[in-house]
């Protein structure tokens, strides 16, 4: 066992934990803004299946990633808007709006696939982009500065999302928003809006890591291409008990050991493969539950805002 | 700055909600440096007002006029621009951000949030009025009468000169009622206008230059404090001559009904909140639990309630051990349980009045026969209850949330105390409730005294305790400091011993 | 507002359902069915499938299958409707009684995990024919159809193995069951039969449909030295994919020929004749048997065919392609017999 772990297939584990992290990172985080102004948006899945689709899309037909970079942030805002139109302005149940906008973004990406796609088809994604001099540094180089710039971007959200959160003035709306809003509304600070906005900038980041799938990963697209990494992305704002680093954190470990399970099962290691695909699932659960101190949830997480309500 | 508030007006204020009228034709007027007080019973309309005139609700009919110009308070944000703060009733305060952070939330307005500058500028104003807070605690950190400190500075930083307070002392300590009336005193002094609502009299003759007095949304009475006095107010209030209650001395205590041998228990924040308490409460006494809320006064309440976990001790209640019980055993037990949050622990606020009152009993006869609700027999238990009481209702069917906070706290009475309970515990039963409430409410729990019933009442308003209890004991940091028969105390020693100094 | 409110989720669950699930997407056949006077002769016939009509694998074969069928009975005497993306086989279940109840003469539930819905289902409908796959437990009116994958699989390994310039066969797995386990464990044999000192590495997803996931185990696959990849189930083509980033990396697809996608990476294929197939299911009911067979696909019957692609003939050694020719001609003779893995 010792024989086969030698450092190429460290480097190689913790390289690709990094790049499997990063869906989850990105959409986590934009999850993370839409919670702290006190709305679940249970709807990530579905932007990230509008996302991916249009990444591809755009990528497929104008020949440019970044182009297919900016179709996702674009798609992503308007599914942002639909979100916070149903569940701000209207007030409906999020999380049932959330459920609709999840099946929504699948039968529009699946049926826009078919209506101007067709069959599987390849495109050329992101390539990696080697950071000068950093990526020479022997061992954390190939594991950190020799990715695509999509894990850059993520990876570099995560100091500026806390420092969005905790140093700004819409940060710091964002968060009595989300905590009390009766409170933040007595004082001017327009609580729709705040949602509004927190609402697009997740969603922008859902569709993101959606794009991340489809043109920095599979170079393709096809149906339900985000199998349920939307969902996790949920839990994971949980684990990081929705802060940017305890995000980070719960993305890596969850990574880290799918990468590292990948790499048991290849190498043969006597291990039942059914214990391995679960054991991302096993350690951040267990993480999750041995890990302690006060769960802070935004208090009004899920309570649409009404002036002026008793009770 | 804003235009300095010289006179408001508002004028004919009409507001309705739902099956209530709760302000008709309201006029109040106030000048500058005046302190206004507005009393009235519980659901008169008060808040409505207040509300009004910070731009939370619009008026049905009525305006508002400021240095003799109308103006249109859209939203408390322009109510604010007009020099207008309000401390509410429920503190509108973010408890997961600083007291810096929560005084600024919503005007800064550059990119990066500058707490540096803004600390200064609200040390100044902290400094001006001897307001002692911590400025980078978190709110939640805080005790309830800093927390209301924080709200007045947060008005004042948005150079409010005209301050609503309503309800401010309903929750303070009788040190920080105190504290809280020389500040308001100091402010008007400074030229600032201040409307105060409040159901303590004494407070109300204290500090303010006029009262104005609501009953059923409408204006009884607009008259100056200098010539009028607590009996007359409490006649226009309740519309009838008010009698304080006191016990009588005749005292035949029972035997124990409910003892606490040396109970722990750990609070929110995982420390011990109670640590060692014993108690025995006896058939026909009331045991007066003094001393500042936040010694473990909430936590005791829960253990004997069954609602929070006894890590070491033991409970016995009418005879049996209950350490261990289910809530719904120890009700079954005969445990009567006024808790301190109300609206979410003792009421569901969005059930109906009859709901709610029959909450406990809902299962068994008379209100239920073979678990069919028997309508007829629960509508008229109802409707004799919302009587006696005098809760403030359109109707049974309304949602208990949508009462005036002293109405809900009366549904909770009605139905604790007509279950006939062998023990009631009270948590702050007057907290927020008018005087014709809090004097009906004593004559029932002594009613209960005389009908046997063992009644732990706890409290901080040390008028009330030393009225009507048989005994106090002092709570601090969760331990007992002395329990002592009413005879021995006085308020000097209770304020100490509440204090922690024992003699 | 209550109104707007209620209108505008209408809509949204309206929007999601007719765009969601996919159900009763036509193909194929619009022009057969405007001809109602013709359907005593006409063969009606439904496909439920698991994943999608152009999943580039075992739903698309089948798709595909059913094409030919019409393009040789004619167009007008075979009519055919799908339902895809039906995963759950308590929402297939729904379709499948549907159709029977349309009158559908042939249902075909395109998935081993049908199996139990189909026994329930089929007994209500005497008169209709059922069939799924892969599996062998049948029916009255219930056919079986199971292709011998390992059979294929052998003979890719074997290929594999001869060509393998690392030494290194990956294997990406979906999930650990069925037909995958069938044929890996042929490609498995394969290999340690073409050549000695060569490994094969199996790994799972743990999904039959994740693509991100497949792509990304079959990376590690390569970071480990694999160089001749291979897979099955709809999520294959995710792999595929990502080991055509790479120069010199190659695939072997199987339940279709996936070499029209990626023709610099797919080396050969082993590819189902679900024409084949179907024809006889229509034939034997036409003879009055509505069910009741277990029909194996296998080299003897060519309902399974080994494709190689042209454009690769080179990257193969010669006396690869002979050795794997003369092992597909033991298969069909006999006198090969894959062995399959005990359970
Ligand atoms: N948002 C609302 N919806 C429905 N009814 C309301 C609402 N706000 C107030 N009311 C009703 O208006 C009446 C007056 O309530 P208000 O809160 O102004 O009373 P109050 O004088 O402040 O009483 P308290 O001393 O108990 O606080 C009550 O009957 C109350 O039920
Ligand atoms: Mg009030």
Redesign the pocket.
Known sequence: MEGVMNSAIIISILATGIRLATPYLLAALGEMFTQRSGVYNLGVEGIMMMGAFAGFFATLHLGSPLLGIIASLIIGALMGLLMALVSVTFKAEQGISGIGLYMFGWGLSGLLYRLYVGGITSIDGLKEVKIPLLSNIPFLGPIFFNQNILVYTALALVPLSGFILYKTSWGLNVRAVGNKPEAADTLGVNVVRIRYECLIVGSMLAGLAGAFLTIGQANMYADNITAGRGFIAIALVYFGRWSPWGILLGSLLFSMADSFQSMVQVLGINFPYELAVILPYVVTIVALAISFGRVWAPAALGKPFQR???G | MVEKIQHLEMHGITKR??G?L?NNNVNIHLDAGEVLAIL??????????MNILYGLYQPDAGNISLNGKKVKINSPSEAIQLGIGMVH?HFMLVPTLTVCENVILGLSKTFLVDLKTAKKQVQEITDKYGLAINLDAYVWQLSVGEQQRVEIVKALYRGANLLILD?PTAVLTPQESNELILLLKNMSNQGNSIIL?S?KLNEVMAISDRVTV?RD?EVCADVNTLETSQEALARLMVGRDMAPCRRDSEFFPGKPILELQDVFAKGDMGTDALAGVSLTIREGEILGIAGVSGNGQKELAEVIGGLRKVSKGKIVLNGKESTKMAPARIIEQGLGYIPEDRLHVGTIPSFSIWENLILKDHHQPPFAKRSLLQNRVIMSHSSSLVEKYGI??PSLETPTG??????IQRVILAREITRNPVALVAAYPTR?V?IGATEYLHSKLLEARRNGIGVLLISEDLEELTSICDRIAVLYEGKIMKVMPVEETDERLLGLLMAGIVE | MKKVLTLMLAVFTLLAFTAGCGTNTTDASKTAETAPQAKAEKVRIALVLPATVDDLAWCQSMVEGLKAVQKTMGEDKVEVVTSEKLGSAVDAGAAIRQYATQGYDIIIAHGSQYQSVLMDIAKDFPKTTFAYGSGFETAPNIFAYDPQAQDGGYLLGMLAAMTTKSGIVGIVGPVESGDAVKFNSGVQQGVAKGKADVKTRIAYTGSFNDIVGAGNLAKTQMSAGADILTGSSQQAVGAMRAVAENKGKYWLSTDMDQSSVAPDTVLAAQAYNWEKVVTKIIDLRKQGILGGQHLTLTFADGTIELKYNEKLADKIPAEAKAAVEQAKQDIISGKLKVELPKK
């Open positions: 002026g309500t008793r | 909600f739902p209530v709760s009235g019973e519980n659901g008169a309309g008060k808040t409505t007002l009733q309800e609502i159901h609501l949304g403030k209702t949508r009462l005036s906070g002293g109405n927020g008018d």
